[in-house]
């Protein structure tokens, strides 16, 4: 029905439209699997809340765009929901915060969501005539999309750096590829370049970490290949060497070597020489330790 939620005159953009609020509505829940570990804790132990602030003013942005453009309900329908999960995950985290990352994430807030916001519209509204209105607010959306796209370069320079895809949320890259997908050709079927061109650049850099992933999914901490060299024995004959294991941590985690009732932190290096089915542990930048019981590598909380 022409002028309705789904408007059918146009079946093509309808449909990327539906597509493109199935798919944001799982991107925007793929955070509870966190807010479920931080409720369990009590804690938000080292999460950051600018992720959420940013993505409620992103919502708060389209949804002032949808409103002033007229004829995207689409877009207003998941942006809404987008802003009303947001100040969910705000509030939990608020909750579960402690006092410095409480205040931080209210700073972060109050200088986006509030002030950024209300002078975004403060501008669109007076500085600009209503002909240029939804030209320049749509500007400032394609720019602050296109940021908030080009964010993952951090990642990717990570996974590079460390060849670990430890830190690379893979599931939720193939979710915004489609995402992207889908509302790209919303933007290409009404002719709305401010929803097109962002999700370009999504799309791109969601497929690169997706690239990174296949490339480095396999451990870095490979075992290194045995070394044998002739020397004599007891017997004159050749005596093979121990085979050598190198266990390459990657950054940002912690090594934890539990020798009886005493565990040894900050472990960066340990090698693990077996010879006659006996196991030596050499460890380095820690004190050393015989015939250790347990060897943990647990990663560090996300900074």
């Given at each position: 029905?022409?002028g ?11 449909l990327a439209?539906?597509a493109?609020n ?7 829940l793929a955070?509870?699997?966190?807010f479920?570990?931080i ?9 950051s809340?600018?992720?959420y602030?940013v ?10 765009y949808?409103l ?5 309900p689409l877009l207003l ?7 009303c999960?947001e ?6 985290y ?5 006092p ?6 209210l ?6 969501d ?6 975004v ?8 005539a209503?002909a ?14 296109m ?6 370069l951090?990642?990717?320079v990570?996974?590079?750096?460390t ?5 690379l949320?893979v599931?939720l890259?193939?979710?915004l590829?489609?995402?992207?997908v889908a ?15 962002p ?6 850099f969601?497929?690169?970490q997706i690239g990174?992933?296949?490339?480095y999914?396999?451990?870095s901490?490979?075992?290194l ?20 294991q190198?266990?390459e941590l990657?950054?940002?985690s ?17 090698e ?8 030596v542990?050499?460890?380095?930048d ?7 019981e ?7 909380p996300?900074v």
């Open positions: 029905m022409a309705g939620l789904f408007d059918m005159s146009h079946p093509a953009s309808a439209g539906i493109g199935i798919v944001s509505f799982f991107v925007f955070p509870m699997a966190t479920l570990q409720y369990r804790k009590k804690t938000t132990g080292g999460f809340s600018v992720p602030v993505a409620l003013f992103s919502c708060s942005l389209l949804i002032f949808a002033l453009k007229t004829k995207s329908t998941i942006n809404s929901f987008g802003c999960i100040t969910v995950y705000i509030i939990a608020l909750v579960y915060a402690p410095r990352a409480r205040l931080r994430t700073a972060y807030f109050f200088v986006l509030v002030a950024a916001f209300g002078l519209l403060v501008v669109t509204m007076y500085a600009f209503p240029h209105r939804v030209k320049f607010l749509g500007s400032v959306c394609l720019a602050f999309s940021a908030v796209f080009v964010a993952p951090s990642i990717i990570k996974v590079i750096k060849k670990s895809v430890e830190f949320p599931g890259s193939f979710c590829v489609l995402s992207a509302w790209f050709c919303y933007g290409l079927f009404t002719k709305d370049p401010f929803v097109m061109y999700n370009v650049g999504g799309f791109f969601s497929c690169v990174l992933y296949c490339w999914r396999k451990p901490n490979a075992v290949p045995t070394t044998t060299a002739d020397a004599g024995n007891g017997n004159g004959g050749a005596a093979e060497q121990p085979q050598v190198v266990i990657p950054a940002h912690v090594a934890i070597l539990s020798v009886g009732p005493v565990p040894i932190l900050g472990v960066h290096k340990i693990v020489m077996a010879a006659e089915q006996q196991t542990i050499d460890v380095k820690a004190a050393e330790a015989d015939q250790p347990v060897i943990e590598i647990v990663p560090a996300a």
